[in-house]
């Protein structure tokens, strides 16, 4: 059973994630260890297990990228854990520029107002991707959606190092 049946949902990328949620608190209430605590040791175990696949499943599918992920899996294009590279050369130009950017924020004369600024661009640029990746997604296009999916995990790596970066200027 895939992540999606398990949880009662259309395979697909868009989701609800209220339903989501809520479907997996009642999965948590019915399965959860302590409701087999007094149970045979292998229902006891069934029961760890189950919920251990519920979690799993609950992870993957409530983050967008690890869903893209999953689905494309299931589709037969799994590229987790994949060291492979782009090919995009304008997005290789572009991961360039921004590390360029990230680099001089500290020499900026209002480093905070800089951080802002970029960072707003950069979230501006991760929203198109997924909307670029929805799309991708919803046609059946699993090989341009495996690119914006590589694309939007470099851009997630430079959000994070640009909040570790302001964090650096504020313990200053």
Not at 4 to 31: M, N, S
Not at 151 to 170: A, G, H
Request: aromatic share 8%.
């Amino acid at each position: 059973m895939n992540h999606f049946e398990l949880f009662g949902l259309v395979e697909g990328f868009e989701l609800d994630t209220l339903q989501l949620a809520d479907t997996y608190r009642q999965l948590q209430t019915r399965f959860h260890p302590d409701r087999f605590a007094t149970a045979p040791e292998r229902e006891q175990l069934a029961s760890v297990q189950h919920a251990a696949q519920i979690n799993e499943a609950f992870t993957t599918l409530k983050a967008p990228l690890r869903r893209a992920e999953y689905l494309l899996s299931l589709r037969g294009t799994d590229i987790r854990g994949e060291q492979q590279t782009l090919q995009d050369t304008a997005f290789l130009m572009q991961q360039l520029e921004w590390r360029e950017r990230l680099a001089d924020l500290k020499d900026d004369a209002d480093p905070e107002r800089a951080i802002k600024d970029f960072r707003s661009e950069i979230r501006h640029d991760h929203q198109l991707l997924m909307q670029q990746l929805t799309a991708y997604l919803a046609a059946g296009e699993d090989l341009g959606a495996a690119d914006c999916v590589r694309k939007l995990k470099f851009v997630d790596k430079l959000l994070e190092e640009l909040e570790r970066f302001e964090d650096s200027l504020l313990e200053s």
